[in-house]
């Protein structure tokens, strides 16, 4: 695949250098003020189809959720665009992905903890003003009740599962809040035969909302961006796909804070972790399953 790039380091709010990445920050373009910029997209792809979302973190690691890697395929990325077809070869980068790490907790698709995976790209990025990385919240940051965060991607998640299922060729946005893990759990509940002892909404999970009609959006594995005190952090990926496909439903991330060590160390060494279950995941997926 062919790797280009366009613009230069320093722009919109970039501070970082190709040896040292830092946070990017989304833009306007010119012409078009309905939908920003949003440096740090991915679009992961199998056979150039679109299958999850991602954001990058560095100049050749992404983030994804778990659940969109399915068995050892040819995986890549594309960056650097808003749209689901680029036509611009001067604008987007296509980077076939190197390995995949998973995060040894993670088992199963339904409901599950350690819903993270590394991408490791194999060539780094160039960095411009259309690809930036996001960056990670650090472990002990606490990210409040109601705090305002943005979710992107190509397509919105409820609709996915119906028979007039599609994606947007635009990416889009939705601005969201986060929402206490408690009540989050509790509206999941309402539907659910799963004991009380049991939590849905784990202390690895974000939950987010708009409170509006659409409260499920975007890509799953997609970013969960929030700006804080001038910076931009990706708080989570999106987790709960089939879950909050289901109207009036939070959205429901992998909560990145909890995970920023493991990926900062995953980075550092760049080896594959090794998955392991065990036995109360096991359970739980069981009692989940539908």
């Excluded at 939705?174 to 202390?203: H, Q, T, W």
């Excluded at 690895?204 to 975007?218: F, P, Q, R, S, V």
């Excluded at 160390?265 to 279950?277: A, D, E, H, M, R």
Aim: with cysteine.
């Amino acid at each position: 695949m062919k790797l280009s790039n366009a613009g230069s380091p320093g722009k919109q709010g970039y501070k970082g250098d190709n040896t040292k990445p830092a946070c990017g920050k989304p833009w306007w373009p010119k012409n078009l003020d309905v939908t920003r910029h949003w440096p740090w997209e991915v679009s992961l792809r199998v056979e150039n189809e679109h299958v999850c979302g991602g954001a990058l973190i560095d100049l050749d690691w992404v983030v994804t959720a778990a659940h969109c890697i399915q068995g050892i395929k040819e995986y890549s990325v594309i960056l650097g665009t808003s749209k689901l077809k680029p036509t611009d070869s001067t604008r987007a980068l296509s980077i076939p992905v190197r390995d995949v790490i998973m995060h040894p907790k993670y088992w199963g698709r339904n409901f599950i903890t350690g819903d993270v995976a590394l991408l490791q790209l194999h060539t780094p990025v160039v960095v411009s003003k259309y690809v930036q990385p996001i960056c990670l919240p650090e472990p002990n940051y606490n990210l409040k009740v109601g705090t305002q965060c943005w979710v992107t991607g190509w397509g919105q998640v409820k609709q996915r599962f119906s028979a007039n299922s599609t994606l947007t060729p635009e990416l889009r946005e939705a601005e969201v809040f986060i929402m206490d893990n408690k009540m989050c759990d509790r509206i999941y509940r309402k539907k659910s035969l799963i004991p009380r002892v049991v939590p849905l909404v784990l202390g690895d999970m974000i939950c987010a909302t708009n409170y509006g009609e659409n409260l499920c959006y975007g890509d799953s594995g997609g970013p969960l961006a929030c700006e804080v005190e001038g910076r931009w952090i990706l708080a989570g990926v999106l987790s709960w796909e089939k879950a909050c496909a289901q109207v009036r439903n939070p959205g429901v991330y992998t909560h990145i804070t909890k995970y920023s060590k493991w990926i900062k160390k995953q980075i550092s060494n760049g080896v594959l972790s090794v998955p392991c279950t065990s036995s109360w995941l096991l359970l739980l997926s069981w009692l989940l399953q539908p």
